[in-house]
């Protein structure tokens, strides 16, 4: 799936891909969109921050659609996510409850920013129904300045950062 995924960089369209990924991913699918934003900018430096801005709006208005499952549809599908949506489940469930309960902000901001998986943060907001404008605000900083950041260095540094970002890519 990682290579499937990938093989989009190549393609006419790849922006679109990217937002698609990026849209998904906040809300049930299992890969990030990090590994193509990083192949599409390394492929067009200058258009590294373009592919950030698809990759952020992407993934906002795809948290928006997992806030929606979760706040509408929890109950209906929340057996299926459990089941067939890897790092969902009952107990990543309750943890994430918990940590809404101290510190809402900042628990959808890091699970934006950091390799924490964001559907169970963007589910459990709408199940659990966390502020909206809290969530948005989040989403909108986190998921933002963590694909800037990649997209900034490459833009900066161009192709020669590709060798970096492949030694460090498990860390980064």
Request: overall charge positive; aromatic content about 18%.
């Given at each position: 799936m990682y290579d499937w995924v990938l093989s989009?960089?190549?393609?006419?369209?790849?922006?679109?891909?990217?937002?698609?990924?990026?849209?998904?991913?906040?809300?049930?699918?299992?890969?990030?969109?990090?590994?193509?934003?990083?192949?599409?900018?390394?492929?067009?430096?200058?258009?590294?921050?373009?592919?950030a801005t698809v990759c952020s709006v992407g993934s906002i208005l795809g948290g928006i659609a997992g806030y929606a499952i979760g706040w509408g549809l929890w109950e209906a599908v929340d057996q299926f996510f459990f089941s067939y949506v890897p790092g969902v489940s009952p107990e990543s469930f309750e943890h994430v409850r918990a940590l809404y309960d101290r510190y809402d902000f900042w628990s959808i901001f890091a699970a934006g920013f950091t390799p924490i998986p964001f559907k169970v943060f963007t589910l459990s907001a709408g199940a659990f129904q966390i502020s909206f404008l809290i969530f948005l605000l989040a989403s909108a900083i986190s998921r933002s300045a963590r694909f800037f950041l990649v997209a900034g260095l490459i833009y900066v540094y161009g192709p020669s950062i590709q060798g970096f970002i492949d030694r460090h890519f498990a860390r980064l």
């Open positions: 989009f960089a190549d393609r006419p369209g790849g922006a679109w891909a990217l937002f698609g990924v990026s849209f998904a991913e906040s809300s049930f699918f299992p890969i990030p969109p990090d590994p193509l934003l990083i192949a599409l900018a390394i492929g067009k430096p200058k258009r590294a921050l373009w592919f």
